[in-house]
């Protein structure tokens, strides 16, 4: 089936790393993704790893997908202010690469 | 590159009415997917457009329908709205890669 998971709500210290993580049932799953959502707007696109690979590192984000799990994971280093916001990570799947969706983590970071 | 553009930005309609909603896509793209979240909810697969066929659909009912016209630009219409269909609408498109770019939505509220 499809079906993604994850944890509804992640509060951290300003300056503090913060960790997303996600639970995915589809195997034959492609790629993997991570938006970013702030109030009222749409989703912006973070990061994504393929499938065959275990991390991937871009500034300040790292992605690591556990494939024997099916879980994947966000983490932000020196988490700011301007990181608040919902976080989804979405899976692409199917004959024709649709995404299925999490029901987004709300990060609130304060000081 | 002015990417995803969505209007209008929001509308307010009536149970039993019929609404059309606009897409372009980001330069270069030419995959068109529609998405409805609802509040508090991540986003949920409507369907996607390719060479101007529907060619995946989600599980919702056909008083959902779309159209993409030749320059690669896309319409969702809901017939009959309910309350229920009120919602955040995005559009996403996607090129030959891997990554795919929302738009920032049209806000929905059936009364």
């Known amino acids: 089936g499809e079906d993604v998971e994850q944890s509804l709500f992640l509060s951290v210290r300003e300056g503090d790393s913060s960790v997303i993580n996600c639970t995915y049932t589809?195997?034959?799953?492609?790629?993997l993704y991570w938006y970013k959502q702030e109030p009222g707007a749409g989703l912006q696109l973070l990061t994504y790893i393929f499938s065959n690979m275990d991390m991937k590192q871009d500034q300040r984000l790292t992605v690591l997908l556990n494939k024997k799990d099916k879980h994947l994971s966000l983490r932000i280093a020196d988490t700011q202010t301007g990181d608040s916001a919902i976080y989804f990570c979405a899976e692409r799947t199917g004959g024709y690469n649709k995404l299925i969706f999490g029901a987004g983590t709300r990060l609130a970071v304060h000081p | 590159d002015a990417g995803v553009t969505q209007s209008p930005t929001h509308l307010i309609k009536t149970r039993g009415q019929q609404v059309t909603l606009r897409c372009s896509p980001k330069s270069g793209h030419d995959t068109v997917s529609w998405y409805q979240q609802a509040l508090g909810q991540g986003p949920q697969f409507i369907f996607q457009?390719?060479?101007?066929?529907?060619?995946q659909r989600g599980n919702f009912p056909d008083r959902f329908s779309g159209h993409q016209f030749p320059n690669y630009s896309s319409e969702l219409n809901v017939n009959a709205l309910l309350l229920g269909d009120s919602a955040l609408y995005l559009c996403?498109?996607?090129?030959?890669?891997?990554?795919?770019?929302f738009g920032p939505g049209t806000r929905l509220t059936v009364t």
């Open positions: 589809d195997s034959s799953s492609t790629y």
């Open positions: 457009y390719y060479e101007e066929e529907e060619r």
């Open positions: 996403a498109s996607r090129g030959q890669g891997s990554e795919q770019y």
